[in-house]
């Protein structure tokens, strides 16, 4: 009966929301403001995304994007530090004084192959050029705009404390973040924000895999591969040897963990015994430990592989991000800001373009995904990529967004999310996730409890983990590792 009652009660409360439908929450008048903010600079950042978009710069040699994006900070009274961390194409903005100091990241590099106009098929802007597979023209400008946003509100003296923005580059290869949680640059903030381009809008609350990333190379002694190969030991035999071993051994490891390798040298020429060869290895699991125990099984599978083609090796790591901690009281807070954004609307151009899409890539042609997802259960295996995001959200707690900007069940880093990013999809999703970063920032400016809550949990999820960062070195900014 009890029971009975309380669902009674509880469907009450839900019906007016259910049934009656889109029964707005109230906002502040400042959370207005934000919304209107944003709209009032929409030109500027569209313009922005697209001179980025057109850059398809990648890791470690986006110059002009990042100088876009610091530029236009400074151009908004941020005082910009650039080339931090030892990497030139890294930058901190920052604005106002004092606490809280609240955070947000923005990404610009573009991936290589992918080069793409803005029509739905796969069509390349440059042949062999590099595109925005994964949306980064449009990461970096909407959390700019919400952190310009934001400022306005301290220089009104509406709100006070410290905005900061941090360009950070080369998420694709690098995971530019690292050097730049390595250097402290995110030791004093009370919250972070990112948001992450997507076919669908949710509070991101999945964390990532942790991954690490090392080159093996093997160096053996040349000769004619004919006329005396006696005199020779192959370097590629190393190589096809470990490859083969870490093949084997996918047999026996848990489902979360991935196993990619990237061959980057073996031989030059076929008459040639090969002296030189070398694999950009990346082992991924759920967790940091789960991948630690597989990374060291293939570095021995390395060791064993030199030893049967009786050559030499090397392994030297490049760099290994840490699974995200993630934090459902940031992401509740988000998650009302976006259901009081409600959904993105397309016109009848863009529905069409989404369907070509899908058409082009084989999917079922059904547009665009404008729902608002409900807040999902946080998973112990979320599955998906990496990202270094993961290292910031170690140090301090990081609130996450993904926003559509691309059509439906689009395949990522593929050419058809750069053709929705450089148009007025991307556009739509890249104001659109401006908006509700600017909205949750302001909620944890003027909401003290929340941001108590939001750092609670993080402390919680953490543990009793040390966090270390997976890097030796300075960043590979001399392209080392690229070929
Ligand atoms: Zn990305």
């Not at 360009?167 to 640059?185: C, D, H, N, Q, S």
């Not at 995110?186 to 990112?194: E, H, I, Q, S, V």
């Not at 899409?357 to 999902?376: C, F, L, R, S, V």
Request: glycine residues 10%.
């Amino acid at each position: 009966m009890k029971k009975i009652l309380i669902l009674l009660i509880l469907g009450l409360l839900i019906t007016p929301i259910t049934v009656f439908g889109q029964k707005k929450a109230k906002i502040s008048n400042t959370k207005k403001s934000v919304i209107t903010s944003v709209e009032s600079k929409s030109d500027k950042l569209i313009e922005m995304s697209d001179q980025i978009w057109s850059f398809e710069e990648t890791a470690f040699h986006e110059t002009k994007s990042a100088a876009v994006l610091a530029d236009y900070a400074e151009s908004q009274g941020f005082t910009v530090e650039r080339g931090v961390a030892g990497m030139p194409t890294a930058f901190v903005a920052s604005y106002g004084s004092g606490k809280p100091i609240i955070g947000i990241m923005g990404e610009f590099d573009a991936l290589p192959g992918l080069s793409q106009n803005t029509v739905p098929e796969k069509s390349p802007l440059n042949e062999g050029g590099a595109g925005h597979g994964c949306g980064h023209n449009m990461y970096g400008v909407a959390s700019l705009g919400a952190a310009v946003t934001i400022k306005e509100l301290i220089e009104s003296g509406e709100i006070q404390g410290t905005v900061r923005f941090y360009g950070t580059p080369a998420e694709e290869k690098y995971f530019g973040k690292l050097w730049m949680v390595r250097e402290g640059l995110f030791d004093d903030l009370d919250a972070c924000l990112d948001w992450h381009p997507s076919a669908e809008t949710k509070a991101a609350v999945q964390s990532s895999l942790a991954l690490v990333d090392f080159i093996v190379e093997f160096y053996g002694q040349a000769a004619h591969a004919s006329g005396d190969p006696w005199n020779g030991r192959s370097a590629s035999d190393g190589l096809e040897l470990y490859t083969t071993g870490i093949n084997y051994l996918r047999e026996h490891v848990k489902p979360t963990v991935r196993i990619h390798y990237h061959i980057q040298r073996g031989g030059d020429v076929v008459n040639v015994v090969p002296d030189y060869s070398r694999i950009w290895t990346r082992v991924r699991d759920t967790r940091r430990e789960g991948m630690d125990a597989v990374w060291k099984q293939v570095e021995r599978i390395a060791e064993g592989a030199s030893l049967m083609a009786n050559v030499d090796y090397k392994i030297s790591l490049v760099s290994g991000v840490h699974e995200i901690v993630v934090n459902r009281t940031g992401g509740a807070a988000l998650q009302k800001n976006l259901e009081y954004l409600g959904e993105i609307t397309y016109t009848d151009e863009e529905i069409a373009f989404a369907k070509g899409i899908q058409k082009a890539t084989g999917k079922e042609e059904i547009g665009m995904d404008t729902k608002i997802n409900p807040m999902e259960e946080t998973l112990e295996h979320p599955g998906g990529g990496s990202t270094d995001v993961g290292d910031v959200s170690w140090v301090v707690p990081v609130v996450r967004l993904s926003a559509t900007v691309a059509a439906k069940d689009t395949p990522w880093h593929s050419w058809a999310v750069v053709a929705c990013g450089g148009m007025s999809i991307g556009h739509k999703g890249m104001i659109y996730a401006s908006k509700a970063l600017s909205m949750t920032m302001l909620d944890l400016f003027e909401d003290e409890k929340l941001l108590e809550g939001v750092k609670k949990e993080f402390i919680e999820r953490k543990g009793d983990y040390i966090y270390k960062g997976m890097i030796d070195g300075p960043p590979p900014i001399d392209g080392r590792w690229d070929h």
